[in-house]
């Protein structure tokens, strides 16, 4: 724009198109941004999708209760990054199942934060409104059969383990564990009620095998008493 080789400019028509230009720079740049952030989340989601989808095969592979909750604990803690501990109750107690990586014991608090949300099926601990004073944020593994199990998660910097932009990933992730322990449970139920159909099996076979035994004696005892009579 004229005067040409200097910052100042004289000419009215000219300093308004000087600001238009600045205007279409500054959306296009704003544009930009947005179209670059839109993708960057666009490829961060087809990839947690895609671990989520390998997370959810590797746990249908699995069979026992120690190799689930170890599974979760360490997926979850490379996808979120963050530390993840499983407790599980075992008689009347909370007892740790899994963790990643492994960690100290819970203190009195994080204990009770764990108790409360497998008791009640709500979140507790630190970032919710109850016990917020523990170092653990606990969530419950809910499925048709109850709270099988609890999820804790925390930072080695004391930050909000999981932030607004990844609870839809936490959720997720939740849900397929809950899935794997609700199949855990129906599998050890189902192998309940055989053992228990066959320990009946096997009684009746017993009853009927000692009633054949008994049979000849009774009737040589009937015989005998026909004969003395």
Known sequence: LPPVYSFTITDPQSLLTMFVLIGIAAFTANLAGRLKA???LGARSAQENAAVAAFGQTLARVSDWQTTSQLVCEEMARLLEVNVIL???KGSELVRAGASPDTSPLGPVDQAAAEWTMKRGEPAGSGTSTLNAADWEFHPLRTALGVLAVVGLSRDDGR???TADRAVLLSTLLGQAALAHERLKLES??????VLKERDRLRAA????RNRRELPARKHLRGLALLTG
């Open 38 to 40: 839109r993708a960057t």
């Open 87 to 89: 407790l599980r109750e």
């Open 160 to 162: 909000e383990p999981v």
């Open 189 to 194: 139920e189902v192998r309940e009620v055989s």
């Open 206 to 209: 017993l009853r009927v095998a």
